[in-house]
Structures are given as structure tokens and as C-alpha cells.
């Protein structure tokens, strides 16, 4: 398959704790588990979280690997954009609050004017945008 359009994104991240994430991204934003994998303690072998929406042309890894942790380092234009192109739910702010995200301000005052800055439990950013976004 060229690289073009049709191919798939793979998003791939460490993780601290991949419940914590899982509650986050699944309970919290609404993305399905598409795929999990637990480490059984081989040498440099990881557990992985692969969540996203079926049908959508990408997917976030989340990856812990237990006998070598690395430590998320995001950064704080590290952000995950998902464009709803209609207000934020409070509702759906609130489930990813209570579900371990916590609402920040953005580095870039940009985000704050077009939608929520939240953060998940690895220190990673994700943005509910209220605009629309199209690459046609």
C-alpha cells in the first residue's frame, strides 16, 4: 500500500498506567479498546492499549512495558486534537474529569478560544475543539 490517505495512523505512546489510561480514554472520551495485549514478563516485552474509534483512519497506542518503564515526557504542544464542530458537552468534560483527566490551561491561548485543553494521566494533552477540520 502507497503512503497516502487510505493508510492508517498509528499514534504510539509509553504509559504509566495503562487502567489509568484506559478509564480516560474509553470511559472518559468514548473510544473502544480495539485491541490489549498484557506483557507475560519475557525480556522487552510490553503491554500495550490500542483505543479508538472502529472504522476511524488511526489509532492511539498506549504501551507500558513492566520490567523497563520509560516515563511519558510530553511536552506542551503534544496535543491530540479531536474536532467536534459543535460546542464542548460539559457533560463529556466532566465524564473526562471524573474518569482522571484534569482541565489545564493551553500553552497556546489558540485552544483555549476554540475548545477545552484536558490532560490525561500521563501528562499527554488532548483537545476538544469546537471548530471543524477537513484536509479537502
Do not use: C
Not at 491530540?80 to 493551553?106: F, I, M, N, T
Amino acid at each position: 500500500m502507497p503512503a497516502d490517505a487510505a493508510a492508517h495512523i498509528r499514534l504510539a505512546r509509553p504509559s504509566r498506567d495503562l487502567r489509568a489510561a484506559e478509564r480516560f480514554w474509553v470511559s472518559g472520551l468514548g473510544l473502544d479498546v480495539l485491541y490489549r495485549h498484557a506483557a507475560d514478563g519475557a525480556p522487552g516485552e510490553s503491554s500495550l492499549l490500542m483505543v479508538g474509534w472502529p472504522g476511524a483512519g488511526w489509532h492511539l497506542e498506549l504501551v507500558h512495558d513492566p520490567a523497563a518503564p520509560l516515563e511519558p515526557r510530553p511536552t506542551p504542544e503534544d496535543l491530540l486534537v479531536v474536532y467536534l464542530g459543535e460546542p464542548v458537552p460539559d457533560s463529556l468534560v466532566g465524564r473526562l474529569e471524573r474518569h482522571g483527566g484534569k482541565r489545564v490551561p493551553a500553552h497556546n491561548p489558540y485552544w483555549d478560544t476554540w475548545g477545552v485543553t484536558l490532560q490525561d494521566p500521563d501528562g499527554y494533552l488532548l483537545v476538544l475543539s469546537h471548530r471543524t477540520w477537513s484536509n479537502t
